[in-house]
């Protein structure tokens, strides 16, 4: 089946998650797949993408978020309903796999899009410091084995 080799990651990782016997029939594929990826009417619905929306492999926090704040529901003005905002930051950190990220997201408490953006553009700033710190330390100095 050629199938599984035009899917994206996301796509992949539940298509794996089906039973072996179910992905070699195109029946049971295509009924799984509309229930997890498709509204009522059959059409993929933005709604369903936002909320099943996970970071990708080796994704920064910040395509992440670029990448998420792309599938929001029209219905949800999260650039200016406070209550939308906060729902759009407790999901978005709630799929953070990075515990101590999404830790330092909540502490510092975004009011708006705009700062949500700043604060994770500055967090990976600061990660991609001690990244590079570390690295340092880890070098051999000079004259030393």
Not at 68 to 80: H, T
Request: some cysteine; proline content about 4%.
């Amino acid at each position: 089946m050629r199938f599984p080799k035009i899917l994206t990651w996301r796509a992949w990782k539940w298509f794996k998650s089906l039973a072996p016997s179910s992905r070699h029939d195109w029946k049971s594929v295509q009924a799984a797949f509309k229930e997890e990826f498709c509204d009522k009417q059959g059409e993929v619905s933005r709604v369903a993408l936002y909320y099943k929306a996970d970071p990708y492999s080796g994704e920064t926090v910040q395509e992440f978020l670029w990448r998420f704040d792309a599938l929001v529901p029209k219905e949800m003005d999260v650039y200016r309903n406070a209550s939308h905002f906060r729902n759009h930051l407790d999901l978005f950190i709630s799929k953070l796999t990075d515990r101590n990220t999404s830790g330092r997201l909540y502490d510092k408490e975004p009011m708006d899009m705009k700062e949500l953006n700043e604060i994770v553009r500055e967090l990976e700033r600061s990660e991609r410091l001690r990244t590079e710190v570390s690295k340092m330390a880890d070098r051999p100095k000079d004259g030393v084995k």
